[in-house]
């Protein structure tokens, strides 16, 4: 699989909005303002484009422990997939935000955690789309009639009792995603303790684009990843497991698939030691 596979252009976008293979979603979103992405979607969107909300649609309620984004029931986003008339392992899933992919890579995780592989992201999301002058709309698309049967990949994800007892092994690699500040422990405006796993590396998730959000060419990812590709394992959090994604699109646009996710991330791992 090449980048070609994971990105699309505006201008290829521009060209299949009325493909019925293809199914837009838009996944913005403001951890200030929770609200923010659902009425920038009513407001204005891409034509034909879907909402799913990461609180509501890509996270499930906040527990004890388990992160602030756990996993979502699987059941009812795969009946809000169908409904968007995405049929498991057929259609192609074009997500976007415009948040340097922060939103919309987690959507094309859990695509792939579910078993369907044919999804790809915007490049330069919402901004790049409206930037190249192609039109937007205040329509709501109306439900469609799909079958998306989720085939879960387990392996892609491990919990704190596997982090624990693999981050010390030789050949296991723990990448910290946040930005550096936070991994540092010199900065922390949402957990309740600062620092990081002990042993994680840090590779911030906003290296994987640029400031635009443009997605950096294939060179530039495998380069980022030099010192890591010879791993047997390689395992990736941020703080609730959301642009913890960013960096797993990185690794596969790499050419280094098999990334695990840490679901629960920073916001689980500090929750027992409260």
């Known amino acids: 699989m090449n980048d070609k596979d994971l990105i699309v252009s505006p201008e290829w976008l521009a060209a299949n909005t009325e493909n019925p293979q293809v199914v837009i979603i838009d996944c913005r ?96 999301g919402f901004g790049a789309w409206k930037a190249a002058g192609y039109p937007v ?42 930005e550096s500040e936070r991994y540092a422990g010199l900065r922390e405006p949402i957990d309740p303790i600062a620092g990081h796993i002990p042993g994680a590396v840090n590779y911030p998730w906003q290296g994987v684009t640029d400031e635009a959000g443009k997605v950096r060419s294939t060179s530039e990812q495998k380069q980022r990843w030099t010192e890591l590709g010879k ?6 959090y941020c703080g609730s497991g959301v642009t913890a994604c960013v960096n797993l699109l990185s690794l596969e646009i790499a050419g280094i698939p098999d990334a ?3 679901v629960g991330s920073w916001s689980d791992w500090c929750s027992y030691q409260l």
Not at 64 to 91: F, M, Q, V, W
Not at 164 to 177: A, H, Q
Not at 231 to 236: D, L, M, Q, T
């Open 231 to 236: 791993a047997e394992e390689i395992i990736v």
């Open 137 to 178: 709309t205040n329509i709501l698309p109306e439900s469609r009639e799909g079958k998306f049967v989720p085939e879960l990949q387990r392996d892609a994800i491990v919990d704190i009792q596997a982090v624990k007892g693999r981050k010390d092994l030789p050949d296991r690699v723990l990448v910290d995603s946040r």
């Open 260 to 262: 695990k996710l840490y």
């Open 29 to 124: 979103f403001s951890l200030a303002d929770v609200e923010l992405g659902q009425k920038q979607y009513q407001e204005s969107h891409i034509p034909g484009a879907f909402y799913l909300d990461l609180n509501r649609d890509l996270a499930s309620a906040v527990g004890k422990h388990g992160g602030r984004h756990p996993l979502p029931n699987i059941e009812e986003l795969a009946a809000k997939l169908s409904a968007a008339g995405i049929n498991l392992g057929e259609t192609l899933v074009v997500a976007y935000d415009d948040s340097r992919l922060a939103f919309a890579a987690r959507l094309w995780w859990l695509l792939r955690y579910m078993g369907h592989s044919k999804v790809a992201l915007l490049d330069g």
